[in-house]
């Protein structure tokens, strides 16, 4: 709804007496806590976010370019600085030095220790998270809480091997980390796809273009002496139980490994990668190959989302991660993301309008993934107001080539301030029970799995969650911004009750994901700042989150806007505000002190930052 179209609406849920009455789409703030009751917080466009940085290129204004996106920083400067003067990494650790590749002559980082120490900032005051955690720190020399875990007599660094075997029992490690072997096969383009070749080669042997896949399964019917069976079998599948799981979307740039090892802890059931592109995937490229990466504690329960416009790259990516990685408990494809970047190459949303093409790939998938399940995630069509999802669902169906459907309750072309249609997921859902409990009736069939169906939009409460899992044919719920404004709505479906969380416990999540994203990206000056760059996007969120107790009425929404107001003491004010100095400050209580030369921008340019810019 915009600014001009404010309707009136009425708290149902409060006693007729303590009734108020508060503009529709704006958020209900005791009076007492309103700062300014004419600033009201823009309505964050979060569409942009499916594709990261990748969409940047889209809201080009000027001639020929398109119309520019409002409060959205293009450009943004995500890169951050490294140190003036560098150590050379084979001196990490005096106890252990390493053969340095290039010689101490051609080597670009100094080899002089005494020159490196002297040139670095003062430390960060405490102990370095990631000792404590797991009493060894990688960064070693350069670790910037250095003092908590060297000695200066000896010259030495101080571990605690004990302890890293201890926590690596815990499970507190990464995995499907592809080999350096695997990816320079890949790189040289010398990589065996024993599976994905065959697949390939039989796609494209049955079908040329999308109109012959209809063709094909007519020809099927009609003569099936003349159907040639493919060449490989599927493999068994992992089975997936989605019912009344608690599911975290996947989530571009703030869905990192750190951010979902926090959800996990925080009672997620099942997390999902950031959505990794087949080519950079297939070209080897190591920042792509770092998104299918998972915390151990993600598995099992962990699915792997890609992008990809063609069969072969998907047959060729399932069979690499089928084949090199062994914590994938599902393979994900992405139909839903809407940035024209990605519709434009036939990626994310652009396979809704082609179907034929979008089965052909599940179909790669599936036949190339060994026992990992394949599952979709799809919009409801690509247009405002023309859902297409039923019929793209009952196609899929009758493939069999998808364990799981998540449908997204809004389409394309719809933007966030709009409200996702559970009516229409509710339909959708029908479909599938009916699918399923056909087949369940059908005891001659040798496949009896189910197709798990998934809903996903706006839910930020149990109640809403509970709304979703309730209706029939509805196994479960994707929460993707209500996890992120909100990281303990779990906690609340679990107790069934709104939580009313202080600003102290909501700084302790917050001191969480700092420790797990140093674990992460390491205690070094690189990793320190990509640890603030990541804990800022994700309070670009978390700063959204308006609390229970300044509320007027319940139940919150996540579309509501709130006047400008202020929280129940210092940091309950600091926690909520939209200018991104008070995020960097934030996260100068666990990262230290923010150099003069760390930049972020963020991504909603929030009421503070345009008056400041
Ligand atoms: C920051 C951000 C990043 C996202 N990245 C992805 C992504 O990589 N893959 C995907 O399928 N959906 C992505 N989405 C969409 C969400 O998974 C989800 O479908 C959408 O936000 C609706 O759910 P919600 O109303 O619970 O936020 C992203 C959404 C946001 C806000």
Known sequence: MTAGEKRTSEALDQPE????????????????????????VD??????????????????????????????????????????????????????????????????????????????????????????????????????????????????????????????????????????EARGKLRKKQYDFAIAGKVIEYIDSTVQNDENIANAKEQRKNNEATYVDAPYKIAEKKRLDFRNAKIVSPLTTVGNLPYRRLMKKLGADITYSEMALSVPLLQATNAEWALPKAHRTEYPGYGVQIATSKHWAAAKVAEIISRETEHVSELNLNCGCPIDLLYRQGQGSA???????????????????????????????????????KTLVERLLAENDVAAIT??????????????????IAEVGQVVQQWNDKKEENKDSRDTQRTCFVGNGDVFSHVDWYNAVNTDGIDSVMVARGALIKP?????????????????????????????????????????????????????????????????????????????????????????STDYKDWIKITEMFLGKSGDDFVFTPKHKSNSYEKSN
């Not at 140190?83 to 390493?98: A, G, M, Q, V, W």
């Not at 449908?407 to 229409?424: C, F, I, M, P, V």
């Not at 674990?519 to 640890?531: K, N, S």
């Open 17 to 40: 007496s303590k009734k108020v009455h508060v503009e529709r789409g704006m958020a209900a703030i005791k009076p007492e806590f309103i700062v300014q009751k004419d600033r009201i």
């Open 43 to 180: 309505s964050f466009d979060d569409d942009e976010a499916e594709g990261g940085e990748r969409g940047v290129e889209e809201g080009k204004s000027g001639k020929g370019g398109k119309k520019k996106r409002r409060g959205q920083n293009k450009n943004r400067d995500l890169k951050q600085k490294r140190e003036e003067i560098r150590l050379c990494t084979s001196l990490l650790d005096p106890d252990n030095i390493k053969t340095c590749a290039y010689g101490p002559e051609q080597c670009r980082s100094t080899h002089n220790v005494e020159e490196y120490l002297a040139s670095k900032p003062v430390d960060i005051e405490g102990i370095c998270p990631v000792f404590r955690a797991i009493g060894y720190c990688p960064a070693g020399l350069k670790c910037r809480w250095l003092q908590s875990h060297y000695d200066k007599e000896t010259r030495k660094l101080i571990k605690d091997l004990g302890r890293t075997e201890a926590s690596k029992i815990e499970l507190n490690y990464e995995v499907n980390n592809v080999s350096h």
């Open 351 to 389: 396979l809704l309008e082609q179907p034929a093409r979008l089965v052909r790939i599940l179909k790669a998938m599936n036949a190339s993934s060994g026992d990992i399940p394949v599952t979709v995630k799809i919009r409801t069509g690509s247009k405002e107001n023309k859902n297409t999802a």
């Open 407 to 424: 449908l997204h309750g809004r389409s394309r072309q719809q933007r966030y301030t709009k409200e996702a249609d559970w009516n229409y």
């Open 488 to 576: 303990w709505i779990f906690e609340e479906v679990e107790a069934q009750q709104y939580l009313d969380k202080t600003a102290t416990e909501r700084l302790d999540i917050l001191k969480t994901f700092s420790d797990y994203a140093l674990e992460h990206w390491g205690t070094d000056e690189y990793g320190v700042g990509l640890a603030r760059r990541f804990m800022c996007e994700f309070l670009s969120f978390t700063h959204r989150y308006i609390p229970l107790g300044i509320l007027e009425r319940l139940p919150p929404k996540i579309n509501e806007r709130p006047p400008q107001w202020k929280g129940r003491n210092e940091m309950e004010t600091l926690l909520g």
